[in-house]
Structures are given as structure tokens and as C-alpha cells.
């Protein structure tokens, strides 16, 4: 449980359990569920159905699909705020390799052979990052 870990200790009246919702529950009633992050997570979501959380705690950052997939009532927080900051560097490290070419640098080196090309740089030029996530929206409405 690696999510466990990173939390650290958690209070001696709380019951931290174990379940990637794709078997039958361990107990009749769960109150907080976190889904599993990536892979099918919506399809395992119905699987709550079971335990009546009073919470399901996304780990993405949206919520499609996940009203068709939960029963009426149970309530489901996204991971809103955890991952605009990380997206918003791949997306300019995938700019920067994109410009660069580091997808044909890698092609070119596994049949051996050099690239006789230039690539233009980002020097001296100026990059717009639009849409990064909620902290931006929040911002805003300061």
C-alpha cells in the first residue's frame, strides 16, 4: 500500500483496509473509499454499491463518466489541486522535446544512424502555458 505509506501514521480509532474494489469487499460497511489510481478504476467504481461510503476519493483529476458508475448519494471528490503543477511540466518538457526533436533523435539512434538536421531552439522566444489546471482558475477568481 503505497498511498498508506506516504500518508504516514493515521489516528488509533481509524481501520485502514485494503481493497482494489475488483473483489467482494472485506466489510459490510466502508465509509471512505480511494479509488485505485489508473487502469480501469471508473469500471470498478460500481463495486461501492456494496459498502454505502459516505465519500469516494478520486486520484485523477476529472469525474467523466463517474455519475453513471456510482449509486445515487454516495458523494465523489476529485484529485482537483494534486496533479496541474505535474501536468503542467510534462507538457512543456513534451513541447521542448517535440521542438528539439528528441522523438526522431531516438528513432534515428536505434537503426544507427545519424540525423542531418537542425531543430530550432526555444532560445530567445517566449512560451504561453495556457490552461493549467484549477490553481490557474482559482486564481482568477481572486
Do not use: C, K
Not at 485502514?16 to 459490510?28: C, F, G, S, T, Y
Not at 489510481?37 to 471508473?42: A, E, I, Q, S
Not at 503543477?85 to 528528441?102: F, H, M, P, V, Y
Amino acid at each position: 500500500m503505497a498511498a498508506l505509506a506516504a500518508t504516514g501514521a493515521v489516528p488509533p480509532d481509524v481501520e485502514v483496509i485494503e481493497w482494489d474494489l475488483a473483489a467482494p469487499p472485506p466489510r459490510a460497511r466502508i465509509d471512505l473509499v480511494v479509488a485505485p489510481y489508473m487502469g480501469d478504476w471508473l469500471g470498478r467504481l460500481a463495486a461501492v454499491a456494496a459498502v454505502r461510503p459516505r465519500l469516494v476519493q478520486g486520484q485523477m483529476l476529472g469525474y467523466d463518466g463517474v455519475a453513471g458508475v456510482l449509486p445515487p448519494g454516495v458523494r465523489y471528490a476529485n484529485a482537483a489541486t494534486v496533479h496541474e503543477s505535474s501536468t503542467a511540466e510534462l507538457a512543456l518538457g513534451l513541447i521542448l522535446a517535440s521542438q528539439r526533436g528528441l522523438d526522431d533523435f531516438v528513432r534515428q539512434s536505434e537503426v544507427g544512424q545519424p540525423i542531418e538536421r537542425r531543430y530550432p531552439s526555444l532560445a530567445d522566444r517566449h512560451v504561453l502555458l495556457l490552461g493549467a489546471g484549477e490553481s490557474a482558475v482559482r486564481s482568477q477568481r481572486a
